[in-house]
């Protein structure tokens, strides 16, 4: 979480430039939730979606609980409706890097960062969700 200043204000603004960069590439779209919202599609833990070579889709779970892959319909496309649903009661991608440049500039410790699904090394679409 970027509000927990580990590494003291200096790092947590180098965190919050880098973020910042990083919404500014073509190819990464970062979105925070809005905090007042009540509920969101996000709540129910992190996900990743991920599609193979050969065009199957498929989804990877992991909790404390164990981890387990989703092949299957219904079960997968719950999954993709649910990151689409994610995405829409987000805040845009142009909003969200005015958020963080906001916090960067005063260096606000509102920014309470948490994964909500994640990307592999290859990149992808991630959810990364904080309130403000």
């Avoid at 590439?25 to 509920?39: A, G, K, S, T, W």
């Avoid at 409706?81 to 005063?106: D, H, M, S």
Wanted: glycine share 10%; net charge negative.
């Amino acid at each position: 979480m970027l509000t927990r200043p580990i590494g003291g204000r200096r790092v947590m603004k180098a965190q919050l430039h880098h973020l910042a960069d990083m919404a500014r590439l073509r190819h990464v779209r970062i979105q925070l939730m809005d905090p007042y919202r009540e509920d969101h599609a996000a709540l129910d833990g992190p996900f990743v979606l991920l599609e193979t070579d050969k065009r199957q889709q498929l989804a990877y779970i992991e909790g404390q609980g164990g981890s387990f892959f989703v092949t299957e319909q219904p079960e997968l496309g719950d999954l993709f409706g649910q990151y689409g649903v994610t995405r829409a009661q987000a805040y845009t991608p142009e909003r969200t890097l005015e958020k963080i440049e906001n916090g960067r500039g005063t260096m606000s410790t509102d920014l309470h960062w948490f994964k909500s699904s994640y990307s592999g090394p290859q990149g992808g679409d991630c959810v990364e969700v904080a309130l403000t």
